[in-house]
């Protein structure tokens, strides 16, 4: 074997996650439209389609153009290619004229009814809290009325609403239409709230707390933050799902615990909820490379439209995992079971390096055919520094068993030091001297935002995001089809090495059941020779026999079973077929037929020394070694020598050998040894424990019976052995008696045996 397979073993290292090495996907971005038309900071965006008549799009996000936080309205009647850009109405807000409005938050009911919510905040002059307004559309968005407060009074004492989102229920069950809130209320206790309204946001239910107060003795009674960023789902029964990020103690008496995903459920419409249960743990808070703050906020749906996957439940998040080094990755997890269980978690970005890019903000739908469609923004495109980003984007077909390769959207990248207002009339913070102090003009990264959004009507997409290439942060669109990527390989991960490599897998590339995928294998990596080649209409592909030793190259073309389009082949991957066994140790001790009083003793060989060679030693009292209680074994990885942390048996012939194995799992073994241990005190001849002594004068005197008057064997000749040696005479002898005389008498060494 060569160091090449070491560096192989190190590239192979995964934890419970898709590989994520792919090539960016040739598919071209759609074109990119700027929705909002001042040079202000712009960021946090919704968007939704109307059920009724796709061609209305309704976008909203947190707009600055009056120098403080207000609510943008974008609206297009042309399915996203014009827009006209305003605010929401100010005649309107609860609180005073320098009150500002935050977190804009947007859905939409199966008939065609569009809801918004808004924080709405005192930031400088009454009560120095918020509260929740809510405005509604029934004209598909030409017009809003509101606000209406969710809340039906004012706490005392003063809180912080903050970061509400919103869903209704399009089912079309007992609770289609109710409206659903959830968000953290601050501060500390902080707690996770959530209301209803059965009546189009006019009225709203007292709060519910679904995410409890938590408190620890560990940390001297405190309360613990209950967490933040919650997201409300409707499942396709009707149960309400609603998800957030939390800190997970491990118990009461313990100051310790760890970030996670937390969920709750209600089957009764949103009344009452279960106790939460944690669905992930989750890195939480991470500032991406440009100083660009990310959370391990949830985006989350639920496939309600009856298809293959309906009822299944999806989460994807910013993730910052224990193999990701210190960069972000978008990971996913789903449930089929209506949250009672959870996937293992996978990576959506595709990155080639992605320990070292940060991909991050991701925003998650399902369309009305069950595809899952997730954007995020990626930095893998600004080598070598990695600071600018994109939208980035992948479908699933297959309800979360896989994710295409990526497709870029965005067609310019942005700068994280873009991000800033450009004009200064306003104060805009409060110092901790209670001075105003300006709005500083500087990068703001952080104010990137905290999410972005999709939407989709059968194959037709509409995305919005946080963009900077005009030298500000504005809000960017595109519309596109859903498009046939080329496929993105999972398995056999790139360089494996095995001896019996013939299952390969990849993404689903398109619709289910009406995909088609071409698989070419070969020896020669541009593929003019020796290519074998297989039609499945499966993401899977088991060959018939395996390949001769050497490198393998393998490809994958999508192709729709229609034949109307198909993509170019996949990046290539390659694998090694090895079937030269490793080199046979040699074994060292204990020496072959060894009878010694050692119980735990020290096992040794030498080699063999190639890199990834994995050592076991098997031991047995059976000659053949057969699989059972009589056959026992211990792995010593590379090293070339154990101690046995069980005792042998006493009495009885134990065999043991080396088995090596290479990492292509190819093996070879050792003839065995044999080592017999026997529980006595050298010495002690008559095998007789006098007066609390093993070896004493009665030993000397039957060893001189045996040796000169015909008296009877020693019970173990190994324990009457004394000096360890085998003389002329045998293995019992005068220089024994003599060895036991000095030890006895004048202070001579020990018995050795």
């Not at 935050?102 to 809801?115: E, H, N």
């Not at 004492?157 to 869903?167: N, R, V």
């Amino acid at each position: 074997m060569t160091d090449f397979r070491n560096a192989v073993l190190c590239l192979l290292a995964v934890v419970l996650i898709v590989s994520s090495v792919a090539a960016d996907s040739s598919y071209p971005p759609p074109p990119n439209i700027r929705i909002t038309n001042y040079p202000q900071l712009n960021n946090e965006e919704q968007v939704f389609l109307c059920p009724t008549d796709s061609n209305i799009i309704i976008a909203n996000w947190r707009d600055f153009r009056l120098n403080y936080r207000r609510v943008g309205i974008g609206r297009s009647t042309d399915g996203g290619l014009t827009w006209i850009d305003s605010l929401i109405p100010t005649f309107m807000m609860i609180w005073d004229f320098d009150s500002k409005q935050s977190d804009p938050t947007m859905t939409v009911d199966r008939f065609g009814g569009f809801y918004m919510s808004v924080l709405d905040w005192d930031a400088y002059g009454l009560t120095g809290q918020s509260t929740i307004a809510f405005y509604r559309s029934v004209d598909k968005g030409v017009s809003w009325s509101g606000p209406f407060s969710i809340l039906n009074h004012t706490p005392i004492p003063p809180i912080f609403e903050d970061k509400q989102f919103i869903t209704v229920d399009r089912t079309g069950g007992p609770h289609d239409g109710n409206l659903y809130c959830s968000w953290t209320r601050f501060p500390n206790p902080d707690r996770i709230v959530f209301v209803r309204s059965l009546d189009g946001g006019s009225n709203f239910s007292d709060t519910v707390i679904v995410g409890p107060i938590q408190t620890s003795t560990g940390c001297g009674g405190n309360q613990i933050d209950a967490g933040q960023f919650s997201i409300p789902v409707v499942g396709s029964n009707g149960n309400v799902h609603v998800f957030w990020q939390g800190f997970v103690l491990d118990s009461s008496a313990q100051c310790t615990g760890h970030m996670a995903m937390k969920h709750v459920v209600s089957s009764d419409g949103g009344q009452t909820f279960t106790y939460e249960q944690e669905v992930v743990p989750v890195s939480g808070y991470f500032t991406a490379d440009g100083g660009i703050n990310t959370y391990s906020q949830p985006a989350a749906d639920v496939d309600i439209f009856g298809g293959p996957f309906d009822g299944n439940i999806y989460v994807s998040y910013s993730n910052v995992g224990p193999e990701d080094g210190n960069s972000c990755d978008v990971d996913f997890v789903r449930s089929t079971d209506g949250g009672l269980t959870w996937s293992d978690r996978m990576q959506i970005n595709d990155d080639l390096n992605s320990d070292e890019i940060d991909n991050f903000h991701p925003w998650l739908i399902v369309n009305d055919e069950g595809i899952i469609i997730v954007v995020f923004h990626d930095q893998r495109y600004d080598a070598p520094y990695y600071l600018n980003f994109d939208l980035n984007t992948a479908y699933s077909f297959d309800g979360g068993e896989t994710f295409t390769s990526n497709h870029r959207i965005s067609s310019v990248s942005s700068s994280p030091y873009s991000l800033k207002q450009t004009d200064i009339k306003k104060p805009w913070v409060i110092d901790e001297n209670g001075n105003i102090v300006p709005l500083r003009l500087e990068p703001m990264a952080g104010l990137l935002g905290e999410y972005i959004g999709v939407t989709a009507y059968h194959d037709k997409i509409n995305a919005v995001w946080t963009d900077s290439r005009d030298g500000n942060s504005e809000v960017y669109t595109a519309n596109w089809y859903l498009p046939i990527l080329e496929t993105r390989l999972l398995s056999p991960a790139n360089g494996s090495i095995g001896n019996d490599i013939s299952d390969f897998n990849w993404a689903t590339a398109w619709k289910n059941d009406q995909d088609r995928y071409r698989v070419e294998i070969s020896p020669d990596p541009t593929f003019i020779s020796g290519v074998v080649h297989f039609t499945v209409d499966t993401n899977f592909l088991h060959t018939p026999s395996s390949f001769g030793e050497g490198t393998h190259y393998w490809r994958v073309r999508s192709v729709k079973s229609d034949e109307s389009d198909s993509t170019d082949f996949s990046v290539t991957w390659s694998f090694e077929i090895d079937l030269t066994p490793p080199a046979i140790p040699v074994l060292i001790s204990p020496p072959h037929e060894l009878v010694d009083n050692e119980a735990q003793p020290t096992f040794v060989w030498s080699g063999p020394v190639e890199a990834g060679v994995e050592h076991t030693l098997v031991l047995s009292t059976d000659p053949a070694f057969t699989p059972g209680p009589a056959t026992w074994s211990y792995s010593a990885g590379s090293d070339t020598s154990f101690v046995i942390p069980d005792p042998l048996p006493d009495g009885s012939p134990v065999y043991w050998k080396i088995e090596v194995r290479d990492i292509s799992q190819n093996m070879a073994e050792t003839a065995p040894f044999t080592i017999t241990y026997i529980d006595y005190v050298c010495g002690n001849v008559d095998g007789i424990n006098n007066s609390g002594s093993p070896v004493d004068i009665a030993d000397l005197t039957y060893l001189v019976a045996y040796l000169f008057t015909g008296g009877d064997a020693p019970p173990l000749l190994e324990a009457a052995n004394i000096d360890g040696i085998i003389g002329s005479g045998g293995a019992i002898d005068i220089a024994d008696l003599t060895y036991l005389v000095a030890y006895l008498f004048v202070s001579g060494p020990p018995p050795i045996c």
